[in-house]
């Protein structure tokens, strides 16, 4: 491994640590923290929601015209 | 986050998981519905946490599949095994029937092996809909019990959506 990888771990590891320091020392939220910070996880979860349906739809749409072609390379 | 063993979760599941191109867990039921799990970082200042997203994109209902819910409980065990952590679950404000979905999921979680294991926490919170009117969510923490600051993490829940009950959403 070069040193610019070994740099990139150390600095990775150093968020991480910095980032567990930060949650160690957090002493509590307000009510409006609170909300807003389930406002943005509802939000996230509903942008998660939309996207996931149109790669399912997306898959199934591919699946179908796979199966299709199959079976169009079978009749001839 | 540690990335699931399919190997593990195959080995018990009732339906075959598979992973997406994207990295999210699918699974096709005996009626053909697809299901998609996923896993997401919470980003609370305390502790880590990771909300669970469950879909179906038909969004249809499949009464009496065991199935499901027994192919749901080995993701969700997977997830602990590797990621002994918390995990958020807060139920889908789709067509208004997130108490109907809190309740089965809650069904589903509350065997008695997993009460043996995890502490799950659940209420309803006010909150307002994506037009901005009052409504109701759910949601739920799920812990388990060896985790090194139990009780710690179950306080702090507690406090936090007691200060959804005083919360008057803004019509």
Known sequence: ?76 | MNILNLEMINAHAEYQVFMSQSGKYLFKTDYGILYAVDFELDNNPYYTAYWFNLTNPEHSKSPGDIKIPQTIICIIEEFFRLNPEVLLYMCSTDNGQQAQRARLFLRWFNGYKQQQKYVIKATDVNSTDSKGKPSKDYVALIIQRTHPLLNEIIQRFDEEIQMFNDYKPVT
């Open chain 1, 1 to 76: 491994m070069d040193s610019t990888g070994i740099f990139c771990i150390f600095a990775t590891e150093l968020t991480k640590i910095e980032d567990m320091d930060n949650k160690k020392t957090y002493t509590s939220r307000s009510k409006e923290e609170v909300i807003a910070w389930f406002r943005r996880a509802k939000e996230r979860k509903q942008a998660w929601e939309e996207q996931t349906e149109l790669e399912l739809k997306a898959m199934a749409e591919e699946s179908r015209k796979a199966k299709e072609s199959h079976y169009f390379d079978f009749a001839l």
